[in-house]
């Protein structure tokens, strides 16, 4: 039998159940506003089932008249942090992952604490007995837990905003405020009445400023160089630009400096705008190189020329399945300067053909190197 408060709930959950099928058919199927409804379906098929649970607090017996009027259950906080967490998950669903990462975590807080609580008060009738045995439950695990909560709060809003100002003021801003921390500290412990209510107000205050800051910055996005660079992966071999002038970021901060040496086959040099390679071991000039297939292996480029130059390897092309379009095959080193050296690992799969003979050169330079691949 359903109760009266238990009717309306019911009628909630159908109402808003099929608003938000008509939302998805007629309107947008992955929009805010049907899991927004879904929500709403969700919280009241709960609250319906807590108040036919509950029969809406009824008595029909003495007996049971008499036990509701002994027991009385203390306040609790943990059902309206649950449902933060719930509106945090379907937040996240429509926007952000760490939104639904986080909401994810307050369900399981606030849930495991609504649980603890509500079984240390039916522990008996003594309220201090209840609460002692509510702190040897769980009590050793709140304080660290809520402390590593707070500090990964903490850490990603300070993230935020070092990452939305320029690479600049991110340094100075960290040097700022971990100075700050040290003074602040330092005083405290110098000065006992600073201790007690002004040490809250200080902490009040620099977390709400840093709750403020943090969600602006996080909410304006990261810096423009660096959501350009999440967006395109400047390093990747597609990103790689083997033409003569500089590229923008593959050419960023070049090594020219080669540590490892082991499977090297060859070294390919330019030098007085000239091209020309050596096997290893071998002091005598060659025109072909070869390198075994499917098998890293490594070429070691030297620049003895007075400007800038990069190594390049052509390995033919590929039809793009889709288009039917040719690409070239290939890759690079990044600028190599005067008196410099960069590696160029490889692993070819295939054998080049008669039609697209593989081959290294140096944009700039006259002359290639050919490869052989057995």
Same mark, same amino acid.
């Given at each position: ?17 099929? %608003? ?80 639904? +990462? ?10 495991? @604490? ?16 209840? %609460? ?21 709060? +903490? ?46 107000? +200080? ?28 967006? @395109? ?7 790689? @630009? ?25 070294? +390919? ?106």
């Amino acid at each position: 039998m359903f109760t009266p408060s238990s009717k309306y709930f019911v009628g909630l959950t159908g109402i808003a159940l099929v %608003s938000a099928i008509l939302y998805m058919f007629l309107i947008n199927p992955s929009d805010l506003g049907a899991i927004a409804l879904f929500g709403v379906a969700a919280s009241s098929a709960l609250v319906a089932g807590f108040t036919l649970f509950t029969r809406d607090g009824d008595a029909f017996t003495d007996e049971e008249a008499v036990a509701a009027a002994t027991y009385a259950p203390g306040g609790s906080i943990w059902p309206i942090v649950f449902a933060l967490g719930a509106a945090l998950v379907l937040t996240g669903l429509a926007t952000v992952p760490v939104v639904f +990462i986080l909401g994810i975590g307050v369900l399981f807080g606030a849930g495991l @604490e609504w649980t603890i609580q509500n079984w240390s008060q039916r522990a008996s009738a003594d309220t201090a007995f209840n %609460s002692f045995v509510r702190e040897r439950a769980i009590g050793a695990l709140e304080y660290p837990g809520l402390a590593a909560v707070g500090l990964a709060i +903490i850490a990603y809003l300070f993230s935020r905003i070092v990452l939305a100002v320029s690479k600049e003021a991110g340094p100075i801003i960290f040097i700022v405020v971990a100075a700050a921390i040290l003074v602040v500290g330092i005083l405290i412990s110098q000065k006992p009445a600073l201790r007690g209510r002004v040490t809250v107000l +200080i902490s009040t205050a620099a977390v709400i400023a840093l709750v403020v800051v943090g969600v602006i910055a996080a909410l304006s996005g990261e810096r423009h160089e660096l959501a350009v660079s999440s967006e @395109e992966d400047h390093y990747s071999a597609e990103h790689r @630009e083997c033409e003569v002038a500089a590229s923008e970021h593959y050419d960023h901060l070049a090594n020219n400096q080669v540590s490892l040496r082991s499977a090297v086959t060859a070294t +390919i040099f330019v030098e007085d705008g000239k091209l020309r390679a050596q096997a290893i071991g071998i002091k005598k000039d060659i025109d072909t190189i070869t390198i075994p297939r499917s098998l890293g292996t490594t070429v070691i480029f030297r620049n003895l020329d007075e400007t800038e130059h990069r190594l390049v390897v052509n390995l033919g092309s590929h039809t793009v399945a889709e288009t039917g379009v040719k690409e070239k095959v290939g890759t690079c080193t990044q600028l190599t300067g005067k008196k410099q050296e960069q590696a160029l690992t490889l692993t070819i799969p295939k054998p080049a053909t008669s039609e697209e003979p593989y081959f290294f050169e140096v944009p700039g330079i006259e002359g290639e190197i050919k490869l052989v691949v057995p």
